[in-house]
């Protein structure tokens, strides 16, 4: 379930973007950022006493790279729900960071509109396939070969389903009842393809599907 009100992080090393981004995501209803930070070490200082749902986060900052970042983050906040928030364009750390759990990836290019989009995905749990999103799955596909400890693996057609209802952005509870399961079902088959597969996350199992010609590429109308 979605929280009545979301509570938003912004880290990014730049005041100027950082308090303007504070200032247009204030406005929206349900939505607040009660903390921004310029920096990691002053953001964990602030979240000892804050709750956050949605940190929203540039990689590209001074004094740490962002596999560290993110990791620190998520050992002391697990719950917090990241969304990368950046002009970065190297498909290959994206590709990577997605792999540590990130939930969605939005240009500073990109309108407005669609990072609230993203923020009230996040907060219900869900990851958030943007263009660049789903450009990084492309990516991916066209410059890595299949897992060699994939070659030999086949899912099958409950568990290609679940993939592909996952790629729509359903949540469990919406697979549940596509499927006529419990949500607890729908969690284990989850749980069980990252195991076959050797996958950590959900994006693992994208990048397995997108390869396998299980979901096709589609970018968000």
Not at 11 to 16: A, P
Not at 43 to 67: E, F, Y
Not at 70 to 98: A, F, G, N, R, V
Request: with cysteine; aromatic share 8%; charged share 25%.
């Amino acid at each position: 379930m979605p929280a009545e009100i979301v509570n938003v992080a912004i880290l990014d090393d730049n005041t100027l973007f950082r308090k303007t981004l504070k200032f247009y995501i204030s406005e929206q209803k349900d939505i607040n950022v009660v903390i921004q930070s310029p920096n990691v070490y002053d953001l964990l200082n602030k979240l000892r006493n804050t709750q956050v749902h949605v940190l929203l986060m540039d990689i590209l900052m001074p004094q740490i790279g962002a596999h560290e970042a993110i990791e620190l983050i998520q050992s002391q906040y697990p719950d917090i729900k990241m969304l990368i928030l950046s002009m970065c364009t190297d498909m290959d750390l994206l590709s990577d960071l997605m792999n540590f759990g990130v939930y969605g990836i939005i240009s500073k290019a990109d309108e407005p509109e669609e990072l609230i989009q993203a923020i009230i995905s996040l907060s219900r749990q869900k990851l958030y396939r943007s263009k660049i999103f789903t450009e990084v799955m492309y990516w991916n596909k066209e410059h890595y070969s299949v897992n060699r400890n994939h070659v030999n693996i086949s899912l099958n057609e409950r568990e290609k389903e679940v993939i592909q209802l996952l790629w729509e952005e359903k949540s469990n509870k919406e697979i549940a009842e596509h499927l006529f399961l419990s949500v607890r079902s729908v969690e284990k088959i989850r749980q069980d393809m990252k195991e076959k597969l050797s996958v950590k996350s959900t994006v693992g199992l994208f990048k397995y599907g997108i390869t396998n010609k299980i979901i096709g590429i589609k970018y968000r109308s």
